[in-house]
């Protein structure tokens, strides 16, 4: 059963986020089990609400349909911390990561409100409820991560919620275009309003120069959570630490890319090719081993914290 449940998440994982694959592939073998398997059922619950396959094929918002599907994945968590036999999957995948890493059944949960977000299309005024979104959907699943891989002190898991914060704000740079085709709008209402856009018009092209300036003021907002997230490789065994060295430097890329090209951002879909992975493999080795001979950096306190 559980070669046929690591074989289920290998294909999640390899479909449905190739940077995170990429980078995943240089933890030691129990860590990445641990890791693919969550991420499956992360990638399973976004895909359910979705109504996508691994990622692809978003449908557009259907509150009524998605906020049932969204219950029963509230059930089936809740139902899996009771001790109950788990149906699909991704939720066996889950309810191994549990048992060998003692996952708090809070985090999942967390990780469920942020899908409740797009169920019920909520409106982001202000940049701080973006990045309440943001924890919500990345920041959290960057805590659960920094526990498999046997993290427990409070500041390096902030560090650790820092990095999710850091690739949802990325995605959110690289999908404004696509995401607003699905009716979902994750930039400030505020910042919008600073440039004449109306939410509802995000997709058009003739927006696109605005889009651009959104876009590099996301990928910036970006830059001192990855920042963050640098100063807690120290805590992390050495594999670790090179494995999300590397996931850091493959998302950032991404945001490079996107401020690089400017309107023409969303022409086509953004990534990182085969030799900038290579690059990237490399220097984040370099920086895990760097990070064992420096002293972290306190966490800047104005910095969006995760609650506690």
């Known amino acids: 059963m559980t070669d046929a449940l690591l074989d289920h998440a290998e294909r999640s994982i390899a479909v449905g986020s190739k940077s995170f694959a990429a980078a995943s592939r240089l933890f030691d073998a129990d860590t990445r089990r641990s890791a693919v398997m969550l991420y499956a059922w992360c990638r399973h619950c976004d895909d359910v609400i979705d109504g996508q396959q691994l990622g692809f094929g978003q449908q557009p918002s259907d509150t009524p349909a998605s906020r049932a599907r969204l219950e029963q994945l509230l059930a089936a968590t809740q139902a899996l ?14 309810g191994q990561v549990v048992a060998q890493h003692g ?11 942020g899908f409740r977000m797009d169920v019920e299309q909520r409106r982001y ?4 409820d973006t990045l309440e979104y943001c924890y919500h959907v990345a920041g959290v699943v960057g805590v659960m991560m920094a ?10 898991l902030d560090h650790a919620c820092d990095l999710g914060m850091a690739f949802q704000l990325t995605n959110i740079a690289r999908d404004i275009v696509e995401d607003a085709g699905a009716g979902r709008v994750y930039l400030p209402e505020q ?18 120069a605005a889009i651009a300036q959104l876009a590099q003021r996301l990928v910036m907002a970006a830059e001192p959570y990855y920042a963050s997230a640098a100063q807690g490789l120290a805590a992390l065994p050495l594999r670790s630490a090179w494995a999300i060295a590397t996931a850091r430097g493959v998302y950032r890329q991404i945001g490079v890319k996107v401020q690089a090209r400017g309107a023409h951002a969303w022409d086509r879909r953004v990534s990182t090719s085969r030799l900038d992975k290579l690059r990237l493999v490399g220097l984040g080795g370099l920086q895990a081993l760097g990070s064992r001979a420096i002293t972290p950096q306190p966490r800047p306190s104005d910095l969006w914290t995760r609650p506690r």
């Open 103 to 113: 996952i708090p059944q809070r985090y999942p949960l967390e990780h469920l409100a």
């Open 81 to 94: 911390y009771a001790g109950a036999a788990p149906s699909e999957p991704a939720f066996a995948a889950l």
């Open 191 to 208: 910042w919008l309003a600073e440039l004449g856009v109306a939410p509802d018009q995000l997709a058009a092209p003739r927006y696109r």
């Open 147 to 156: 526990m498999l891989m046997g993290v427990r002190d409070e500041q390096v």
């Open 125 to 128: 005024q202000r940049f701080e």
